[in-house]
């Protein structure tokens, strides 16, 4: 018994010692920030961790989600350069068509963008704050500091239990905590319930290092902030950004969903609040020029959007996947505001009401389908889509009609036979 | 080396086997898939349909190699509101089938269930007419790749009888092991004949 | 508990490197005749610190150091034997087909694992130790004229100081503290059939330490000990 109460104590005295140790290093005022070219000496807990982000990357590089497009490799890797011309020659950047939002800058300079990302983006400046904010993560070494707070607490934790449980609480906190094999365990619970699980495996074994802190969150926002600013960026990009993605969420379909918070990425524990948007929305006001007019907003908004425009209707299709309409649809409005696209996005809103079937869904696909086949842009599956609707509303003649015109339009469909024979039967019954 | 997301757990949970299944034999002959319908088995195979995570009981799965390297997919007569995929929450919804789906939506749903178990790039191809039952079906073929980026083959054969569909899906590596078990997997899914 | 029983009982004894291995049918023919190239596909390894508190801390010189040993100690091994060494780098690869089968490699080594050495059993599996990459095999050493593949995988953990000391004392409180442990895979690749011949499972001894030369030939002697080369 005398050999727990003086460990309690022993305990105790750490655990204050080491509070002592965090509040000193708060104290600084003046960010730290990495050297460029900076390479960590093997030996090092960093040269570690550095060694763990070159194993991701080597999956990401074999990976059947990288995105190999180099155009828009490159371009994406401009945004970043141009935010962070430091580091410019450090960061390695991939696009992973996976249909969520998320980016996020490992220790080793290798930068992921997902494409659920680029299709949330409005614009080239919105783009470069989250990527700022990321970077800014990077360059004040946010992820070494996680590691270095993950290790104190283990320790303070090892130690007040120092008493009977050793070999439990060691056992079982290194399964929970520590980048083992198990890290799994730890990111169910980082993870908001909407996103797949699939989306962590490459950076799983570091992941509790990205769940940073909310004094490092908004430490992102303002240095991201502030680098998008110098790099020529709008700077009421990063509110309206943070508040599109607010929207998107209480736009879903799945009421956990709704009421669950939004997160820069998705190893985040701390939100995007109302005060971080506020402290953006300041930050923005003490700008001049305050806000740019509209004309120069659009202008933008049309560049970007000539950018990603090869991939919007693969992103699209990609997000059907998630299953969420309620977010697809919230996402294809937003797109469609500018005006254009507008036979490949009310293809793909047709798509929407098609795989949701809620009651009166098929009407609504109905419409959209035959609001895409009057644009030019209208993808030839578009006449498919519309035939089978009509068919199934009973219109004979439409059908025949559009499956005639989706024939012309892709003789080389691989369900043209299908549709002939649809077409076939159908001229039959209707003897004409 | 990395660890199964799919198998029933058991590197973490060895210990705790208790309730975990086994796995069983299918015997060259007549495997039957519920009451609706019996396959012929040429070869013998593995049925590791117990210890497959995120799969219905509708759902049987054979293998010869394992998992990994090769799966052969036999449904039960799927009634509307089922999934081939079990989904993992309630804000992950998997593809249910449908009363009305369209033939290319029928193949549609075996393409993004196919996705939903984690294959990546999933393309259909070679789409062709059927019997199955004596009923008529599709035939397609798949190509898929891993997370990892290893390349998938498939194929696979859905019909709809009455309100029930049926699906018998092939996946299997690419590289030698798609063609390796080819041949067997064709005589199976021309083997389909109503249940005892 | 069982590493720490172990691990008191081979404190003696420094060649105490525990193997598990499997052999295909076909090395019932014999071994390959002398000059055969074998191609060691450079090792992937990671090792960790395990610290007291549990929490590991992987460490990139312990990785680079055990990578560089064990290549050196392959080619001491296979040298000895009269085959051709030769070093492969998987991730220069620019044929995609070999590209293809480093990756069914990956799939198969895990199935060999799952099925051969795990707790579940296939009844198509029973029996003789049957693998293969397929005969398109021979495309990763082609144009190196190789016969042989050679993969070897490594992770672990090695207890820190503090971490000793805690077992130390825990031991006297009654209780049991995992001391980290390394364990290695290794398959050997017949590049004309595809065939794996040859798979091994091994937890390095106290005394096979790959972080040091001497370390690593102890480990890579038992390693390769039963294999058909």
């Not at chain 2, 939903?116 to 789409?127: K, M, P």
């Amino acid at each position: 018994m005398n050999r727990l109460t003086a460990s309690r104590r022993l305990a105790a005295a750490l655990l204050v010692g080491c509070t002592a140790l965090t509040g000193a290093a708060n104290a600084q005022t003046t960010p730290n920030l990495r050297a460029p070219h900076l390479k960590p000496d093997l030996t090092t807990a960093e040269g570690g961790i550095w060694d763990q982000s070159d194993k991701a990357e080597s999956h990401v590089r074999a990976s059947a989600e990288l995105d190999s497009d180099p155009v828009l490799t490159a371009y994406v890797g401009g945004v970043v350069c141009r935010v962070a011309p430091e580091y410019c020659g450090d960061l390695r950047t991939y696009v992973l068509d996976r249909p969520v939002f998320n980016a996020a800058a490992a220790p080793n300079g290798y930068v992921e963008v997902n494409s659920g990302l680029l299709l949330r983006v409005r614009d080239e400046d919105e783009l470069a704050f989250v990527l700022g904010h990321e970077v800014s993560h990077f360059a004040r070494n946010h992820t070494f500091a996680r590691f270095q707070a993950q290790k104190n607490t283990a320790n303070a934790m090892m130690v007040l239990t120092a008493g009977i449980t050793i070999a439990a609480a060691g056992a079982a906190y290194s399964t929970a905590r520590a980048g083992g094999p198990y890290a799994g365990q730890n990111i169910n619970t980082i993870s908001s319930t909407a996103r797949s699980l699939n989306d962590l495996v490459y950076l799983s074994s570091i992941a509790s290092l990205f769940s940073f802190s909310r004094e490092e969150e908004t430490e992102a926002d303002q240095l991201g902030f502030q680098r998008a600013q110098h790099a020529g960026y709008r700077p009421g990009a990063s509110v309206d950004l943070w508040n599109g993605e607010l929207d998107e969420a209480r736009a879903s379909d799945f009421p956990k969903v709704r009421t669950s918070e939004v997160r820069a990425s998705i190893f985040d524990t701390h939100p995007v609040t109302s005060d971080r948007i506020a402290a953006l929305t300041a930050m923005g006001a003490g700008v001049v020029p305050a806000a740019a007019s509209p004309a120069t907003t659009a202008d933008a908004a049309r560049r970007y959007r000539a950018v990603v425009r090869p991939h919007l209707g693969d992103w699209l299709k990609d997000d059907l996947r998630r299953r969420d309409y309620g977010q697809t649809l919230f996402l294809i409005d937003r797109l469609a505001g500018e005006g254009e696209d507008l036979g490949l996005l009310s293809f793909y809103r047709g798509e929407t009401y098609r795989h949701r079937r809620a009651p009166g869904d098929d009407a609504l696909a109905l419409a959209s389908y035959r609001a895409a086949t009057v644009q030019p842009d209208a993808p030839a599956a578009a006449w498919r889509e519309l035939g089978q609707a009509c068919h199934k509303a009973g219109d004979q003649a439409c059908a025949k009609d559009a499956f005639s015109r989706y024939i012309e339009h892709d003789p080389k469909a691989q369900d043209r036979w299908l549709v002939e024979a649809d077409l076939k039967s159908m001229q039959q019954a209707g003897g004409s | 080396m990395k660890l199964f997301g799919q198998l029933c757990a058991f590197a973490a949970a060895a210990a705790l086997l208790v309730g975990c299944e086994t796995v069983a034999s299918a015997p060259a002959g007549d495997y039957a898939v519920g009451t609706a319908y019996r396959v012929t088995l040429g070869r013998q195979w593995s049925d590791v349909s117990a210890i497959m995570v995120g799969r219905p009981v509708k759902v049987r799965l054979l293998t010869v190699d394992g998992p990994l390297l090769n799966r052969l997919y036999l449904t039960d007569g799927l009634a509307p509101g089922d999934f081939l995929v079990k989904p993992a929450a309630k804000e992950r919804p998997t593809p249910t089938w449908r009363a009305g789906l369209s033939p290319t939506e029928q193949v549609e749903f075996i393409a993004d269930s196919v996705a939903a178990l984690d294959y990546e790039r999933v393309e259909t191809q070679n789409l062709r007419p059927a019997t199955f039952k004596g009923a008529p079906a599709l035939r397609f073929d798949i190509t898929a790749k891993t997370q990892g980026g290893l390349d998938m083959a498939g194929s696979a054969e859905v019909a709809q009888v009455g309100d029930k569909l049926f699906v018998l899906l092939y996946l299997a590596p690419h590289e030698h092991f798609y063609a390796a078990t080819l041949p067997e997997v064709e005589t199976v899914f021309a083997s389909v004949k109503p249940g005892a | 508990m069982r590493f720490l029983i172990l691990a008191l009982a081979c404190i003696a004894l420094t060649g105490c490197t525990i193997t598990n291995q499997r052999l295909g049918a076909e090395t019932d023919i014999g071994k390959p005749p002398p000059n055969s190239k074998v191609l060691l596909v450079r090792p992937d390894v990671s090792l960790a610190l395990l610290t007291a508190s549990g929490m590991q801390e992987a460490k990139a010189d312990w990785s680079k150091a055990g990578r560089e040993d064990l290549t050196t100690e392959v080619k001491v091994a296979l040298e000895t034997k009269a085959h051709v060494f030769e070093a492969f780098d998987p991730d220069a690869v620019q044929d995609p087909h070999a590209v293809q089968l480093l990756r069914l490699h990956d799939a198969v080594g895990q199935s060999i694992m799952a099925f051969n050495y795990g707790l579940i059993k296939l009844p198509t599996k029973t029996g003789s130790f049957d693998w293969t990459l397929g005969e398109g095999a021979e495309a990763i050493g082609h144009d190196r004229h190789a016969d042989y593949a050679l993969f070897v995988t490594t992770h672990g953990t090695y207890a820190s100081a503090g971490r000793k000391a805690l077992m130390m004392g825990a031991a006297l409180l009654g209780a049991s503290i995992p001391l980290g442990s390394q364990q290695v895979f290794a398959s050997l690749v017949d590049l004309k059939t595809g065939r794996i011949v040859w798979f091994n499972v091994a937890v390095a001894g106290p005394g096979a330490d790959m972080r040091t030369q001497a370390g690593a030939k102890s480990l890579v002697e038992s390693l390769l000990k039963g294999a058909p080369l």
